[in-house]
């Protein structure tokens, strides 16, 4: 999908006033071209962050969330993921401000002696349960759940999947 402010692949985009419009014309656009899965784009400039939680207001120059960070998969709520490497559970939180991440596991991977993060965002509650930190996450196994709104955040349900090399010493 293009969903960034120039987009004209999702006609109607621009004037979206509720996820169950935005829904529509995601799962209906990946219905024509018969996917399973649609894709978000990793650094694509939205205007999607609507929410004043992206918005940065100090100083002379306020500043306000446009780029997309992570890559986003579009798949129905209930839909497992799995892991695509080994990691240990760094940290989860649900995330329950509107058009946040919602429920939010963080791994911590380790390879040749360099340390990074995966975060796995708008997960169904379910996800959190029986986490403890620490907790290995072996590579293939399934551990969470894509979460249908409002719970996942208010997004249409997809699976927002970033690495990260530094929390900026920030957990969930």
């Not at 129905?76 to 991440?101: C, Q, T």
């Amino acid at each position: 999908f293009d969903l960034s402010a120039e987009s004209s692949s999702l006609p109607g985009l621009d004037t979206l006033t509720d996820v169950d419009q935005f829904t529509t014309l995601l799962f209906d656009q990946m219905d024509d071209f018969q996917s399973k899965v649609g894709i978000g784009r990793y650094a694509e400039p939205r205007l999607l962050y609507l929410s004043d939680n992206y918005a940065k207001p100090e100083g002379d120059f306020p500043e306000r969330r446009t780029i997309h960070l992570g890559l986003d998969l579009f798949l129905p709520a209930g839909n497992p993921i799995s892991a695509p490497l080994e990691g240990r559970v760094h940290s989860f939180r649900n995330n329950a401000i509107d058009l946040d991440y919602g429920p939010t596991i963080i791994l911590e991977h380790s390879s040749h002696g360099i340390t990074f993060f995966s975060l796995y965002g708008q997960l169904s509650a379910e996800s959190l349960d029986d986490l403890e930190v620490g907790s290995l996450i072996k590579k293939g196994q399934e551990f969470c759940t894509i979460g249908d709104y409002p719970i996942n955040g208010n997004w249409p349900p997809h699976l927002h999947c970033q690495l990260i090399t530094d929390l900026l010493n920030m957990e969930g």
